[in-house]
Structures are given as C-alpha cells and as structure tokens.
C-alpha cells in the first residue's frame, strides 16, 4: 500500500471505529466467551499466516525460545479476550470498555517493572484518577460487580502482554510473525482447557448469523485491523495514533447506544466515572506528547 499521510489518517479512524465494533460483536455472537475466542484465534492465525506467505515471505519464528515466548504471550491474550467478552456478556458494552481503559494504570506499573526503567510520578498520579473513575461505576452500577472486576482483569493482561510485545519488538522481532504465532499459541492452548474441562463439542462451531460475526471479528477486527494499522505508521507518528486510539471507548460507547439503545443506557454517575476516566487516558497522552517534545 502507498498511502498518503491523508489516507492514512481516515484508515486509522476506521481501524478504531472497527476495534470499537469487537465489544459490540461481544454482544452479538450468542456463544460462550471461550468459543468465541477460540474461532477468533483460530481464523485470524490463517488469515495472518497466509498474508505472512503472500506478502512477507516469513512465516515460522528464528528460534524455539521465539516461539515459545509467543506461545506463552497468546496465553495471556487469550485470558484478556476472555474476560472482556465476558464482562460484555455479563454487563453492557459501554460497562466493559470503559472498565478495560484501567489497561493505562497497569501499564504505568508493569512497563517500568518489565523494562526496568523508573516509574514515573505523574503516570500513577494519573492512573489514581483511573481508579476513583472505576470505584464510582463500582458503587453506583453494583450489578455489574463481577463483570467490573472481569474487564479490569482483562486490562491487566492486555496491559502485561502489550508490554511484553513492546519488548520483543525492541529487540527485532517481527510484528507479523509475533501476532500469527500468538494466536496459534493462544487457540492451542486454549483447546487443550476446553478438552481438559469436557467442553470442547460440537457447539464450537459457528452457526446462523454467528458464523457472520464470528468472521467479521477475526478477519476484519482482527487480521486486517492489525495489518493496516502496522501499515499507516509509515506514514503518521506514534503520538497520532495513541491519541486517536484512546478515542476507542468514546465510538463503543456510541455504537453501541446506536445499536442496543435503551439497553446500553447507564447511570448517570456511570458517565461521570468514564469522564474521569477518559480524561486521565487523553491527559496522560499529552503530557507524553511534551515530554517527548522537550527531550527533542
């Protein structure tokens, strides 16, 4: 693809209204949280491996200790997925998203641990701001405590395997070859779970309109997604990107009033805690911006 900084800027918005969408398929696909990442990372790992085949040329890791670290990361994304369907399944879409926006906290306090760097001050102090956002949705929307504490589990891993990512990043390792091989690693074991605990039969197959959205999620939502967004960064900066990316919650929250109307409609303290929230995440981001700014 030759895009022009435009184009790419218009992909970026599309690639975020389509990951706004994933919660909004969450809902949708009438099968239990397992199934549903289980064909995600089933169809997406086929789709990247023939797209590492077609395009890239590459297509299995240099080394053992590679694969068994992608293995293992997929493990973490798989436990990430999870939970955040299942938090959808439990609560709303809106609930879920704004509850995985805590993923900024745990980056705050795993990334130094991980990459052995000093923690920063102004990132828990904003992070702090995170946790008044969600212990205001906690009290006044008590219904969903259990799908609450699922979608803050799922920040936590995503939050622990996008670090890890970023590392194996850092040191060369290849985007496209680290996404096919989590997903195969991630479905992997995850089959082996559903084995273990006899859930594994033949209702893990897609039927009616499930076999739509279960396609949708994993090659646009997933496979093309990830493409195009590894795609545009040729052409816009990193601060661009995140700071459009933290717009993630405020499209769910929108598509999913558009499609499920009365059902999606939360508490009015609900929306006073995901303003809180939603400000730490874009605050956070400009205070990086100048940071960067001022180092340059």
């Known amino acids: 693809m030759n895009l022009s900084k435009t184009q790419s800027l218009i992909l970026l918005h599309c690639i975020i209204l389509i990951w706004g969408f994933t919660g909004v398929l969450g809902k949708l696909i009438d099968m239990p949280s397992t199934f549903i990442v289980w064909n995600r990372m089933l169809i997406a790992f086929f789709s990247l491996f023939i797209i590492n085949i077609l395009i890239y040329k590459k297509t299995f890791p240099h080394t053992k200790k590679a694969l068994f670290n992608y293995l293992f990361i997929g493990t973490l994304i798989t436990i990430h997925w999870i939970c955040f369907f299942e938090a959808i399944k439990q609560s709303t879409v809106s609930l879920a998203l704004i509850c995985l926006s805590s993923i900024s906290l745990f980056t705050s306090i795993l990334e130094p641990l991980i990459q052995k760097r000093k ?14 956002g969600i212990l205001i949705i906690y009290k006044h929307e008590n219904i969903y405590n259990n799908a609450i504490i699922l979608a803050v589990t799922s ?48 209702e893990i197959i897609p039927t009616g ?23 545009i960064m040729k052409k816009i900066t ?59």
Do not use: D, Q, R
Not at 122 to 131: Q, W
Not at 173 to 199: N, P, R, S
Not at 209 to 231: G, M, P, R
């Open 238 to 296: 990193p601060f661009t990107v995140n700071l459009s990316v933290n717009l993630e919650p405020i499209y769910a929250i929108i598509l999913a009033l558009l499609i499920f109307g009365e059902n999606e409609k939360m508490s009015t303290e609900f929306y006073f805690g995901a303003t809180i929230i939603i400000f730490s995440i874009l605050l956070n981001t400009f205070v990086k911006k100048k940071k960067v700014a001022k180092n340059n």
């Open 119 to 132: 923690i920063l001050i102004y990132e828990l102090l904003l992070s702090i701001l995170v946790i008044i």
């Open 209 to 231: 309109n499930n076999i739509i959205y279960i396609l949708i999620l994993a090659l646009i939502c997933t496979a093309f997604a990830f493409s195009v967004s590894i795609e």
């Open 155 to 202: 920040a936590f891993f995503g939050a622990l395997f996008t670090v890890l990512n970023h590392k194996l990043i850092k040191t060369g390792h290849k985007a496209m070859i680290i996404t096919t091989w989590e997903m195969f690693g991630g479905m992997f074991l995850l089959t082996i779970y559903l084995i273990l605990t006899k859930e594994l039969n033949i």
